[in-house]
């Protein structure tokens, strides 16, 4: 079966510090990857999508990336964090043709 | 551009009442998607409707999708407190990308 994993569950960093999260998928080959985040008490916003390797699309630039660097390998990063950077990330998958995510356990992040 | 919109944004019922949530798009849907999230939990996929006015049941859960296939509703039959939680409709847009709704929050008082 498929499983995603998400780390670090919960991340406190100072403003100007960079950010790396990362985000693995299991037991499929070529998923759909993406970053979302959800503010307190809100929706959920697509950061990145990526289609395969390589391929990323992004819908709020900002001071935020993102890379895919193997298949079932989803990095979002900044080199320098912003108090607005705050939420709560979210990694999620799906098959190509298929239109159901499956989201990870997400990461709680707060800058300070 | 296209929005997917729920209404309403909270609900508080009590334990054993019913609960519905709207979920309205601008333009025409191929299909839309259901989601729920506990507090301090992630969002878990519960059921994607296709067909213009199809209706599918889960238990108590029934969900629908209109005949225009713009608007979509979830209801909940006798709720319980496992059902307390966050409602999300997600619509597609381009590619693999969703819209997801605002999301309908609900709180079961027992």
């Known amino acids: 079966s498929q499983t995603i994993h998400q780390w670090p569950a919960t991340l406190v960093q100072p403003v100007g510090s960079p950010l790396s999260l990362e985000c693995t998928v299991e037991?499929?080959?070529?998923?759909?990857l993406y970053w979302y985040r959800q503010a307190a008490g809100r929706g959920l916003q697509l950061l990145f999508y990526s289609v395969g390797i390589g391929q990323i699309s992004s819908e709020v630039p900002q001071n935020l990336s993102a890379s895919r660097p193997q298949d079932r390998q989803f990095i979002l990063s900044s080199k320098k964090l912003l108090l607005s950077d705050s939420g709560f990330y979210l990694c999620?998958?799906?098959?190509?043709?298929?239109?159901?995510?499956?989201f990870g356990p997400g990461t709680r992040l707060t800058v300070t | 551009g296209q929005q997917v919109m729920q209404i309403p944004q909270y609900q508080h019922v009590q334990e054993g009442e019913d609960f519905t949530t709207y979920c309205n798009s601008s333009t025409t849907l191929s299909n839309i998607q259901w989601y729920k999230q506990r507090p301090g939990g992630h969002p878990v996929f519960l059921i994607q409707l296709v067909k213009s006015g199809e209706v599918k049941k889960q238990k108590r859960l029934t969900f629908q999708f209109g005949e225009a296939k713009k608007n979509s509703s979830l209801h909940i039959t006798a709720t319980q407190t496992t059902d307390v939680g966050t409602y999300f409709c997600?619509?597609?847009?381009?590619?693999?990308?969703?819209?997801f709704g605002t999301g309908t929050s609900l709180t079961v008082i027992p």
């Open positions: 999620a998958w799906s098959e190509t043709g298929r239109g159901e995510q499956y």
């Open positions: 997600a619509g597609p847009r381009t590619g693999n990308q969703f819209y």
């Open positions: 037991g499929t080959s070529n998923p759909n």
